[in-house]
């Protein structure tokens, strides 16, 4: 004659446990994980891809210029607004402020000009 089976432990707390077994077997059913079939499976897959893909478009402020690297090094520098380049981890973009370059065309100073050897020349001079 045989031994009868020995009962396994599942890990979790039993019914005598008092108040952590009641509430184990209250809100048990919201710590296990779903099953899919292959259309769960594929719809998280295709999630997957999406947010991995939406890694590749990225947005310059006006104020901003964006370098593009692969792998580390340096492809172009992007313009202001919106840009698409590989998904990460093959491309990636870096941030800087854009230097500012002044439109307006300056006049230089009495003594700035006569220093630099370019004095204004006037009417009378003439």
Do not use: C
């Given at each position: ?21 009641i ?9 296990r ?19 991995w ?74």
């Amino acid at each position: 004659m045989s031994p009868p089976p020995i009962a396994k432990d599942r890990g979790g707390p039993s019914e005598s446990s008092g108040l952590i077994g009641i509430l184990f077997e209250s809100f048990g059913g919201m710590l296990r994980l779903p099953r899919f079939d292959w259309r769960g499976r594929l719809l998280v897959f295709g999630l997957v891809v999406v947010a991995w893909a939406s890694t590749a478009i990225y947005r310059v402020q006006p104020d901003e210029q964006g370098v593009v690297m692969r792998f580390g090094a340096r492809i172009y520098t992007a313009r202001a607004g919106l840009g698409v380049h590989w998904p990460y981890p093959i491309d990636t973009v870096q941030f800087s402020k854009a230097p500012k370059v002044d439109a307006i065309e300056r006049q230089d100073s009495p003594a700035v000009a006569a220093a630099s050897g370019r004095a204004r020349r006037t009417e009378s001079s003439l």
